[in-house]
């Protein structure tokens, strides 16, 4: 019942910066964490970040530093900044949202960095 819709994806030069942007269609279930995963040819997806309902932020450490995650809760919004971006960062990112019974996937966003 709960729909994603990411946005904010594209290409960057090494060294720039993306702001990802994913908000929740309805407000009628409860969400408790929302996060950003992605994935990378030929890999499995991971978790990027995560927020919990609380502000509770965590990271990769592969992102640490360099993303950050945040959330406007009236919204159901959550956001991804990434700066300092690296090739190894290019992948499919996709948001999530946790309910009390279940998890919600957004479509996926393509990031491509380019050094």
């Known amino acids: 019942q709960v729909q994603l819709r990411g946005s904010g994806g594209g290409s960057v030069q090494a060294g720039g910066s993306l702001r990802l942007s994913c908000a929740a269609s309805?407000?009628?279930?409860?969400?408790?964490?929302m996060g950003w995963y992605r994935q990378a040819p030929g890999n499995q997806r991971v978790l990027v970040a995560a927020?919990?309902?609380?502000?509770?932020?965590t990271y990769a450490d592969s992102v640490q530093g360099r993303f950050t995650i945040s959330r406007a809760y009236a919204e159901n919004t959550v956001y991804l900044q990434m700066n300092r971006l690296k090739p190894e960062d290019t992948a499919v990112y996709y948001c999530?949202?946790?309910?009390?019974?279940?998890?919600?996937w957004g479509q996926g966003t393509q990031v491509t960095v380019s050094s």
């Open positions: 927020i919990s309902s609380g502000g509770i932020t």
């Open positions: 999530v949202a946790d309910g009390d019974t279940s998890r919600y």
């Open positions: 309805t407000t009628r279930f409860s969400i408790n964490n």
